[in-house]
Structure formats: structure tokens, C-alpha cells
């Protein structure tokens, strides 16, 4: 089946530095990709829509400039938390589209920012 | 905007007992999908509903697309300690053009404990 991966799956870092985290679509081609954040026994929350060649659409509420999303190929996007504070601390999830309709989700990245 | 009311929140079973989870939502979806996620993991697919009224079944898991397009349900047959995790279900709204963008709405999820 499809596999999606995320890279780290855990990262910890001081605050006031930038994160990226990585998210490829390992055995196919995703033109749009997915970023939610999750905060403990809570479901997902979509934080933007990233479109291969073209700029990030981002969910209402959610900061663009700390939150920099690149969709640099077909296979691979990322995400960069910027300045990134103790309240960023959560579990950053990412999808990827195959087709029309079949979505497929990373393993997630851990970030703790201390 | 969309909302999904996802119950119950939290479900305490011996193993062997059947598991009923369902979703509502105050508009329409054009797909539902149901989704489990174990601690520490991304939310894997278990069930996609295309049509409504569809029913749909993957081993022990059935699920049904409501007829008014605004609910769907999921059931477990025969519980297993394995079968613990947080169940999800999502929706998928038509855009205008027909496409729907990939953007799904979660419900608050259910948290499933199996005792053996």
C-alpha cells in the first residue's frame, strides 16, 4: 500500500529555534499534502494545505510566517517551525493525496520545545 | 463551518464484546472514512464510504454511510486487546467543480480500552 513518511519522528529543541520536519509520499506522487497538528486525546487539526509549485494554503488562525511550508516536488514537503516556543510543543501529522480522494497519513513527528 | 460529532468519547469493553461507534454531522459529506491511531502513530485508514447507504466491511469492522449523508456508524465485532486505540471518523465535502480538495473534517474521536 501507500506509504508515507515523516522525518524526525521526534525532535526536541530549544526555544527560539527553527524546526523542519519532512513528509514524503514514498511510492507515489502527491501534488497536495497536509499538515495537522494533534495536542493530546484530541483529534486532528488541520493547519494548512500545501500544493506542489504553488504557496501553502493555511487554515484560519494559523500564522504563516511561523509555520513555513515548502512543496518543493512532487514527493516531499515541508514543514518549518519557526522560533519555535514551548506552546508549539505537539504532534505534527502530515497526508498526502494519491489520486483523486485516497488520503494517507505520516506516523507523526513529536516536537517538544523546551 | 463542519463539525463532526464523533460518540461516545470513550468506550471501557471486556474482550469479546461487540463495539458501536457513530458520527453526525450538521451538513453533508460526500465520503466518510474511519480511522484508527495507536499512541505515537498517524491515524491508519480502516474503512472508506463512497455511496450513500453503502455498507462496508473489512474482517471484524463493518461501517455504514447514513442515507442522509450526514451520519455514518462503525461497529467491531468480537473485541481483541489489539483493538485498542483511538477510532476517528472523517469527512470529505464536495468543492464547487466537483472536487473535494482532500480536505477532511475529524470527528473528536473515540477512545477504545479492551480488557482481556
Known amino acids: 500500500g501507500a506509504v508515507v513518511s515523516q522525518h524526525p519522528s521526534r525532535v526536541i529543541c530549544k526555544s527560539g529555534t527553527s524546526v523542519k520536519i519532512e513528509c514524503r509520499s514514498l511510492?507515489?506522487?502527491?501534488?497536495?499534502m497536509f499538515w495537522y497538528r494533534q495536542f493530546p486525546k484530541q483529534s486532528l487539526m488541520l493547519m494548512a494545505t500545501?500544493?506542489?509549485?504553488?504557496?501553502?494554503?493555511?487554515e484560519q488562525g494559523v500564522e504563516k510566517d511561523k509555520f513555513l511550508i515548502n512543496h518543493a516536488s512532487l514527493t516531499l514537503s515541508t514543514l518549518t517551525v519557526t522560533s519555535a516556543h514551548p506552546e508549539d510543543s505537539s504532534f505534527y501529522i502530515c497526508?498526502?493525496?494519491?489520486?483523486?480522494?485516497?488520503?494517507?497519513f505520516g506516523p507523526g513527528t513529536r516536537l517538544t520545545v523546551l | 463551518g463542519q463539525q463532526l460529532n464523533q460518540s461516545p468519547q470513550s468506550m471501557f469493553i471486556q474482550e469479546g464484546e461487540d463495539v458501536s461507534m457513530n458520527c453526525t454531522s450538521s451538513?453533508?459529506?460526500?465520503?466518510w472514512l474511519w480511522y484508527k491511531q495507536e499512541p505515537g502513530e498517524g491515524p491508519v485508514l480502516l474503512i472508506a464510504?463512497?455511496?450513500?447507504?453503502e455498507l462496508t466491511s473489512n474482517g471484524r469492522l463493518t461501517a455504514q454511510f447514513g442515507i442522509t449523508r450526514k451520519d455514518s456508524f462503525l461497529n467491531i465485532s468480537a473485541s481483541i486487546p489489539s483493538d485498542v486505540g483511538i477510532y476517528f471518523c472523517?469527512?470529505?465535502?464536495?468543492?464547487?467543480?466537483?472536487?473535494?480538495?482532500?480536505?477532511?473534517?475529524f470527528g473528536q474521536g473515540t477512545i477504545l480500552t479492551v480488557h482481556p
Open positions: 497526508s498526502a493525496i494519491r489520486g483523486i480522494n485516497e488520503q494517507f
Open positions: 511510492d507515489f506522487q502527491a501534488t497536495t
Open positions: 500545501s500544493n506542489e509549485g504553488s504557496k501553502a494554503t493555511y
Open positions: 451538513s453533508i459529506f460526500n465520503t
Open positions: 464510504l463512497y455511496k450513500a447507504g
Open positions: 472523517a469527512g470529505l465535502a464536495m468543492g464547487a467543480g466537483g472536487t473535494s480538495y482532500g480536505k477532511l473534517t
